[in-house]
């Protein structure tokens, strides 16, 4: 078995590892980093549980390779917490009820994370279509949009 | 769901990456934003030995504007073409297309040149390509050479590409005044592929009558299909109500589609009569000036 040495900084945390280059992004974060919180839910890049943001951007961490993050910044749902204070999307998502099951919300509160850094003053409309490729099958559409609105609101009053 | 294990390239330079195709032979397959490879080697689908991952190639990230071209480079995401003011303003057909494909998600990372490079008939560009009469520079051993769009797609998942060249840009003519297009595409649900998707690029002369069309089809035939026939057909005609209808029949006559889960082959063939009809009806809209 072939490794590869990579680094990547995670919530903040530089890690090296050497992995095998078919390793995907979610099992190297799930498995090799034990940061269990990012889901695999349907594995063929349809559901959106495992998303992550990397540089910035929403993916989907079953559809990249781990060696791909080499050199590159991730920020799983882990990291959204700071201090013991929740992040504002996952207070709007307690406050509004924005989950039932909660096996997607990690996915959906990282597409939130990189969505309202480039929009903090949404519609429903732009939020729904932001949403389009995280599956909940609590049918929790309603609130999550109010849960996104709630953040929305609060980042833009400045409120961590 | 893992995939079998492959070797890992990760050039720096294009000039590396394909001293490595010409050393590694077939066997090597490039990666870029890989969301239908990835999933393909899940599946197992594909098994490739190597791996080429060109994203550490600088600056092949490009949607610009030049020599009268958009010209958008091997590595521009599809969430750049949503986010581009030229693309929006200029293009709008390109717009409608790069909001239908997959998810945000896969947005985040898919490419545009890939989605062609990829030859499957069910994805999207290839027939906002075909109707803009795009051309795609493919960069190999010997250099550059241009490939017209139509030329493109021989067979299923098949490209003219040759093993060792890569698909390194995609230069759509800016299009005249009086232009209008637009991309119209039926999915079952958001990231599923087209039931029948049907591209629609149009410009007017002074008299108003089509002096150009041109028409893609997605999902509807073992390649992207050109409608020729009815661009043919419009070619200086006034797009009356009478003249559409006639031209959506005939493109839907043009479709090849085969019946599976998504429908049957004559639904899908009056799929793509009711989308003719409404993207030229759009892309009329859009070349009066209407946004």
């Known amino acids: ?160 | 769901m893992i995939p079998r294990s492959f070797e890992y390239f990760s050039p720096q330079t294009l000039d590396e990456a394909i001293a490595l195709l010409q050393k590694l032979g077939p066997e090597a397959k490039l990666l870029s934003g890989g969301q239908s490879l990835i999933p393909m080697m899940k599946l197992r689908l594909v098994s490739p030995a190597h791996i080429v991952d060109i994203n550490r190639i600088p600056d092949l990230d490009y949607i610009s504007e030049r020599d009268g071209h958009l010209k958008i480079g091997a590595l521009a995401r599809e969430h750049q073409i949503e986010s581009s003011e030229t693309v929006k303003t200029k293009f709008p057909i390109l717009a409608d297309t790069a909001k239908v494909i997959a998810d945000p998600l896969v947005r985040s990372q898919a490419t545009v040149c890939g989605n062609l490079a990829h030859g499957d008939p069910a994805n999207d560009h290839p027939a906002t390509m075909l109707a803009l009469g795009a051309t795609v520079v493919a960069t190999g051993p010997n250099g550059q050479r241009e490939i017209a769009i139509e030329d493109f797609f021989p067979g299923l998942f098949t490209t003219a590409l040759e093993p060792e060249e890569i698909l390194t840009e995609i230069r759509i003519p800016f299009p005249p005044p009086k232009s209008g297009g637009a991309y119209l595409k039926l999915e079952r649900k958001v990231g599923d592929f087209a039931t029948a998707g049907v591209a629609v690029q149009i410009t007017l002369d002074d008299s108003g009558a089509c002096s150009r069309a041109g028409i893609g089809l997605t999902n509807v035939g073992m390649t992207p299909i050109k409608a020729r026939q009815t661009e043919a057909f419009l070619a200086g005609k006034k797009l009356d109500e009478s003249v559409v209808q006639q031209a959506a029949e005939l493109a839907a006559s043009e479709s090849q589609p085969m019946d599976d889960i998504r429908g049957s082959a004559e639904y899908k063939r009056d799929l793509v009569r009711v989308l003719t009809t409404r993207a030229l009806t759009r892309a009329l809209d859009r070349a009066k000036g209407a946004a």
């Open chain 1, 1 to 160: 078995m072939t490794t590869v040495p990579i680094k990547v900084e995670v919530n903040g945390v530089e890690h090296s590892a050497d992995i095998e280059p078919r390793l995907l992004l979610v099992h190297f974060l799930r498995e090799t980093l034990r940061l269990t919180g990012t889901h695999i839910g349907c594995d063929t890049s349809h559901c959106g549980a495992c998303t992550v943001v990397m540089d910035g951007r929403a993916i989907k961490s079953c559809t990249a390779f781990a060696v791909q993050a080499n050199g590159r910044s991730i920020t799983t749902v882990e990291g959204l917490e700071q201090d013991g204070k929740l992040h504002p999307l996952q207070d709007g998502f307690f406050q509004e009820h924005g989950l039932q099951c909660g096996y997607c919300t990690p996915g959906m509160l990282m597409t939130g994370l990189a969505f309202l850094q480039t929009n903090d003053n949404p519609t429903d409309d732009e939020i729904r279509h932001a949403i389009s490729g995280n599956l909940c099958r609590c049918t929790g559409y309603v609130n999550i949009v109010k849960a996104y609105q709630y953040a929305a609101q609060k980042m833009r009053e400045g409120g961590a």
